[in-house]
């Protein structure tokens, strides 16, 4: 059994587009997206522990205790009555409440991680029925590729997407999840989006049905995107939190970007680092 894994990469994504096409029974939205990952990472440290235990060192920015690296951490510990612990060091750099996915992205890597480190040998599918406890987005990042995106966010389609380089804006404030999808103003009929359809218009196709709301509940994601509008892009928001973004096809000067804002330039990434690490049964990947 291996000691330790260092310099584990836990990349964010950015939603293309996302409508809200309905609502269940019991209450969880039904969406559509297309979700890319991007080179914002975070960075995590295991280390194996012979006592059991599962610890974590925050080394940027303090996580609250019980954050979904550690949930992710003691779930898989649970479901395979391993008898090793870890002790887990997190450089975190994806902005919190963006809409980026971090937390998601970073339960998946610990999945990812333990895994080996643990000599669990579980396989992708094995692995998403535990991530999908834990968040709705950590079986796509579990996943290893771009992907069409429905339901409560279940139902994954890797799809492969052209390359493409994004300005992404994080106002100084964040936006809860579940702050927005009860808006009582929430945009919540959108229409059955086809592949084909967004295919077309990669880049430019739909919208961001939870922007407006944003909007409203968050001043910094107007200024933030007007901002963007001013550098003569196109800008919309990135999934439920306060992030936004805009494809580039020239760089921008960011010499005299406001200060207020975590403004980064971003490649898209066709595979996830860690694509690979678990074995699955079966993948589908839908070319444009």
Aim: proline content about 5%; glycine content about 10%.
């Amino acid at each position: 059994m291996m000691k330790a894994l260092f310099d584990v990469p836990a990349p964010a994504k950015l939603n293309l587009f996302l409508h809200i096409t309905g609502r269940r029974s019991d209450g969880y939205h039904l969406l559509q997206s297309a979700f890319m990952l991007i080179d914002w990472c975070d960075t995590l440290h295991f280390e194996l522990r012979s006592d059991g235990r599962i610890t974590r060192e925050d080394l940027t920015t303090a996580l609250p205790p019980e954050d979904l690296i550690v949930r992710a951490a003691q779930a898989l510990k649970n479901s395979s009555a391993c008898l090793s612990g870890v002790h887990i060091g997190i450089e975190k750099r994806i902005p919190a409440q963006a809409g980026m996915g971090g937390g998601s992205s970073d339960a998946a890597s610990t999945l990812l991680a333990l895994n080996r480190l643990w000599g669990l040998n579980y396989s992708l599918e094995q692995l998403s029925q535990i991530g999908l406890k834990l968040g709705a987005d950590v079986p796509f990042f579990l996943a290893g590729h771009n992907a069409w995106v429905e339901g409560v966010g279940e139902k994954i389609t890797p799809i492969e997407l052209p390359k493409g380089r994004f300005l992404v804006v994080k106002p100084d404030a964040g936006l809860e999840t579940k702050q927005i999808f009860s808006d009582p103003l929430l945009k919540r009929d959108s229409g059955t989006a086809i592949i084909s359809g967004f295919a077309a218009d990669i880049f430019s196709y739909g919208r961001n049905d939870l922007q407006s709301v944003a909007q409203r509940l968050c001043p910094g994601v107007t200024q933030a995107l007007n901002w963007l509008e001013l550098q003569g892009l196109s800008p919309r928001m990135t999934g439920s939190g306060s992030a936004v973004f805009a494809h580039m096809l020239n760089e921008i000067d960011l010499a005299h970007a406001p200060g207020e804002f975590q403004i980064r330039a971003c490649n898209s990434l066709a595979i996830h680092p860690l694509a690979g690490w678990a074995v699955s049964d079966s993948l589908s990947v839908e070319s444009f």
